[in-house]
């Protein structure tokens, strides 16, 4: 059996040895060495060329940001975040992923956790796909941390108090994305690519716990011209405007009594272990055939989407994307999505969007 290399980094001795511990119970990994600091872990790197890093966010000398930045611009490596539960920990952490960390696992109890092997089988499950996920070379880093900037606005911003009221003109349109594994990254890709006067609302699953993803919602504010909000219970649907699954919720798409598009959400039972699922946000558009329908699935552990991406193109669905294997840091979820015939077209990432525009455009 293959042996796979991790370096282990953190500044804390005592979380080094637990860290370090748990992955050895592993017989597919070995711990080949250990760094206290970002500044370390980028000379060990060049140095070990391991398969795989487990990286703290907060250390001195060099963060886990900067590192990040550093690994991913001169020795492409699968890089799977430690993050905090703090608010500032999840934007860090949303933050990585969007330089190219592979995917992350919450420490359950704060920076030194005396409890982290109640994560043992979720750090073991994701080093295991970590391993084999693509990783690409990122441009050298030119600031110290990732800080977004808004990009110049080609329509005004909605209200969140608008968010829940009727509009004026029925939607008739709407575009549904299911991602995980390698999600924030590949999103970030696509919605910064669209314009704010994009013609149809984006209704978004992406497999990750609570906090995270208004995290996420808000840094993709920060950075594309469409408006990014965490969805809430009985949002309306607006052109221009993108609605991301809370973590720990399911999103439906309803149709109101006087004919607007509404989210639903739900605390219902998690399907194949996921809440929210993608499969549940694409069924819920099945019903809705005066509805012009377009699905996107993209990189991704597992299976989630494929069957309810399936019922969307036996259903009128105007188009069915996957994205391809060749730029898929996971190629789980749009393979599955294909090997179950519900996909008609596969995409390269960067070609998602303007493949989107081209879609909207001939179906006026």
Same mark, same amino acid.
């Given at each position: 059996? +293959?042996?796979?290399?991790? %370096?282990?980094?953190?500044?804390?001795?005592f979380m080094r040895k637990i860290i370090t511990d748990l992955i050895s119970e592993d017989p597919a990994f070995e711990v080949i060495g250990t760094a206290k600091n970002g500044e370390e872990a980028v000379k060990k790197a060049r140095e070990w060329k391991p398969d795989a890093i487990t990286m703290d966010v907060e250390?001195?000398? %060099?963060?886990?940001?900067?590192?990040? +930045? *550093?690994?991913?611009?001169?020795?492409?490596?699968? /890089?799977?975040?430690?993050?905090?539960?703090?608010?500032? =920990?999840?934007?860090?952490?949303?933050?990585?992923?969007?330089?190219?960390? *592979?995917?992350?696992v919450r420490k359950p109890s704060g920076s030194i956790s005396l409890d982290l092997y109640k994560v043992k089988d979720i750090l073991l499950d994701k080093l295991k796909t970590a391993v084999k996920a693509k990783v690409n070379k990122i441009p050298s880093p030119t600031v110290k941390s990732p800080v977004p900037t808004n990009k110049q606005r080609t329509h005004p911003r909605t209200t969140v108090t608008s968010l829940f009221k009727e509009p004026g003109t029925a939607i008739s349109r709407v575009v549904a994305i299911g991602t995980s594994t390698g999600g924030p990254k590949a999103l970030q890709t696509v919605l910064s690519a669209l314009p704010g006067n994009f013609p149809a609302p984006i209704i978004v699953v992406q497999h990750m716990p609570p906090n995270f993803t208004r995290s996420l919602a808000d840094r993709l504010n920060s950075i594309c011209e469409l408006q990014v909000v965490e969805a809430e219970h009985d949002m309306v649907l607006i052109e221009g405007t993108v609605y991301i699954a809370p973590g720990g919720q399911h999103m439906r798409v309803n149709m109101s009594a006087s004919g607007g598009l509404r989210i639903q959400l739900s605390k219902e039972a998690p399907r194949s272990g996921h809440?929210?699922? *993608? #499969?549940?946000?694409?069924?819920?558009?099945?019903?809705? $055939?005066?509805?012009?329908?377009?699905? /996107?699935? %993209?990189? =991704?552990?597992?299976? #989630? =989407?494929?069957? =309810?991406?399936?019922?969307?193109?036996? $259903?009128g669905a105007v188009a069915t994307i996957a994205e391809s294997e060749e730029t898929c840091i996971v190629y789980g979820m749009p393979r599955a999505a294909v090997e179950m015939q519900g996909i008609d077209q596969v995409v390269k990432l960067q070609d998602i969007p303007h493949k989107l525009i081209e879609l909207l455009q001939s179906r006026t």
């Open positions: 059996m +293959q042996r796979y290399t991790v %370096m282990v980094v953190d500044d804390s001795a250390m001195p000398v %060099m963060n886990g940001l900067e590192a990040l +930045q *550093v690994i991913m611009s001169e020795m492409p490596t699968p /890089v799977l975040m430690l993050s905090s539960l703090t608010d500032e =920990g999840a934007r860090e952490t949303i933050a990585a992923l969007a330089q190219g960390a *592979v995917d992350f809440r929210p699922s *993608v #499969d549940t946000m694409f069924e819920s558009l099945v019903p809705l $055939n005066g509805l012009k329908r377009y699905a /996107v699935i %993209m990189t =991704g552990m597992g299976a #989630d =989407g494929a069957k =309810g991406i399936k019922d969307l193109r036996n $259903n």
